[in-house]
């Protein structure tokens, strides 16, 4: 997104002073104790020229993503201070163009500006369309009204541990909650009554009597989860929830004090607190694992579990999130038979599995298709196969890892009257996919992470060589001014250890953000290796 500063710095570092509005071309001093006072001045002589050229670039951006600035830009008219500000909230709105501001929260200066900025730029809850669903009407979806004469909805979207006991914050989207009054939890049906209601300030509470639409406030002593939806008990409706994208990275996690009583208890609520954050004990190894977004959104948990919770944990190899998939199309007839004294097990089933683009299935990227004529296969049993096709893709063969972007099509099949039973069904479909699965040309796919390092131009050769040596395909390369960004697609299970080699290539001065991408076929050489290891894994625990 194009971006440009609304703002000079008058000074820098030690001799920061303030900054030099470029749209209303004005000095502006925060004078006070804590910078409370703001004295307006002329432009420094020696910034005139700078803050022109800071003008010059900021109708230039503003003109390559606003149709009206560009006009004037094209005609060589100069837009007045009205019709940049206007063009600047347009653009930002429409997310085409970041607004840049200064200041230095550490000296107070500038807040009160970036304050008037987000009134002046950002929308405000009358202009953002919001929807709810009507549990009641089949989920139908409904708009949200932010105005304070509706029926209260608000959702919970932050959890904080305070000295009270657990805080919720809640954002008003529609109505009014007022201290006193009651509200349902939409997922659990409670009734909560509303005894304290506080407006926070960074860390302080300012208690109040209530808040309307649009505002945020806080609640004490309520049992809920990121997410989760409240209303005044007289719509039985809920809020969309937020998209939570599936965990990349998973690590094996074990007290070292095997009776700490406070390990479930501080997973429990990091859980509540962060719907990225999941953990699940492990069938076979009976060992917790926890899942996240990274190595360093695991390695801050872990760390919040020995400072917060006083539980020192042993974090085991990360496990990174492999997928199995079909490549070819793979007929299947199995026939399920087994006989024991009274009535036995008998199945068969006929058809075959293809791979399916998982991109495009994303929320669903597997399908069961039943296209089984002439009543071979009784109707009552076809749930049960598409219930073995489930249990098939719970666990490849290969790594043990979850099969993905699979279609299995049941085309024919064969039932006895006496020995035939849902699990016989059940089985024989199970066994038919891993038979056709292992025919299909199976491979297994790694995360790819979208990887952006930045860092001064100078250490540029080193970053690129690092990255490669992680075999990261480069994206794309920018210079501006000092600093250097590098964006690269990089395989998750070589990216682990990455921030210490960073640090040292850089001298401390390079950093990287990492974000999933998608699941890619992984190299065959690779494929063999995670098969041999997990091979011996099986064989350890036998």
Do not use: W
Not at 445 to 466: D, H, I, K, T
Request: glycine share 8%; hydrophobic share 35%; charged share 25%.
């Amino acid at each position: 997104i194009p971006a440009a500063a609304l703002q000079v710095p008058i000074g820098s570092e030690d001799a920061f002073e303030g900054v030099v509005d470029v749209l209303a071309n004005r000095a502006v001093y925060n004078r006070g104790a804590r910078g409370e006072d703001i004295v307006y001045g002329e432009v420094p002589a020696h910034m005139v020229e700078t803050v022109n050229a800071a003008r010059e670039e900021l109708i230039a951006t503003l003109a390559e993503v606003d149709d009206e600035i560009g006009e004037l830009f094209i005609e060589e008219k100069v837009p007045t201070e009205q019709q940049i500000r206007a063009a600047v909230r347009r653009a930002t709105i429409a997310r085409k163009f970041t607004p840049v501001l200064m200041g230095s929260a550490i000296k107070d200066k500038g807040v009160q500006q970036l304050l008037d900025a987000v009134i002046s730029y950002l929308p405000n809850p009358t202009e953002i369309t919001n929807t709810m669903l009507d549990i009641d009407n089949d989920e139908k979806v409904l708009e949200v009204i932010p105005h304070s004469n509706q029926p209260f909805v608000g959702l919970a979207f932050k959890l904080e541990e305070g000295k009270y006991g657990q805080l919720t914050y809640i954002r008003v989207y529609q109505g009014r909650l007022e201290k006193g009054q009651f509200a349902y939890h939409v997922k659990t049906g409670k009734k909560i009554k509303i005894a304290r209601l506080v407006r926070m300030h960074s860390n302080s509470m300012e208690d109040v009597d209530s808040v309307g639409a649009g505002e945020i406030c806080a609640l004490f002593g309520i049992d809920c989860a990121s997410g989760d939806t409240f209303t005044d008990g007289t719509i039985n409706c809920s809020m969309s929830t937020m998209f939570v994208p599936d965990s990349v990275i998973s690590l094996s996690l074990t007290p070292k004090d095997k009776n700490a009583p406070n390990f479930s208890k501080a997973l429990n609520r990091f859980q509540r607190e962060d719907p990225t954050f999941r953990v699940h004990v492990d069938a076979e190894s009976k060992q917790t694992i926890i899942s996240g977004m990274g190595e360093l959104h695991l390695d801050i948990y872990v760390e919040r579990m020995r400072r917060e919770y006083n539980v020192d944990c042993i974090t085991g190899k990360p496990q990174v999130a492999f997928r199995e998939t079909a490549t070819s199309k793979s007929k299947f007839a199995y026939t399920h038979k087994k006989q024991t004294g009274g009535s036995g097990q008998y199945g068969r089933v006929v058809g075959y599995i293809e791979p399916i683009d998982s991109a495009q299935h994303a929320e669903l990227p597997h399908e069961f298709v039943n296209n089984v004529v002439g009543g071979n296969i009784p109707t009552q049993f076809l749930p049960a196969c598409e219930k073995g096709y489930m249990d098939g893709l719970k666990e490849g063969f290969m790594v043990g890892h979850p099969v993905v972007g699979v279609r299995m099509v049941l085309e024919d099949g064969q039932a006895h009257m006496v020995d035939s039973s849902e699990l016989a069904f059940r089985l024989a479909t199970f066994n038919a996919f891993r038979e056709a699965f292992k025919a299909s040309g199976p491979r297994i796919l790694e995360p790819v992470m979208l990887v952006e390092v930045s860092a001064p131009v100078e250490f540029q050769g080193n970053v690129l060589g690092s990255l490669n040596k992680r075999k990261g395909m480069i994206v794309d390369t920018e210079t501006q001014e000092d600093y250097c960004v590098v964006t690269s697609e990089v395989p998750l299970n070589n990216m682990f250890g990455y921030s210490t080699e960073l640090r040292s290539a850089t001298q401390g001065k390079g950093e990287f953000s990492m974000e999933y991408k998608r699941h890619s076929p992984v190299l065959h050489s690779v494929q063999e290796e995670l098969i041999k290891e997990h091979q011996a894994k099986l064989a350890e625990k036998k």
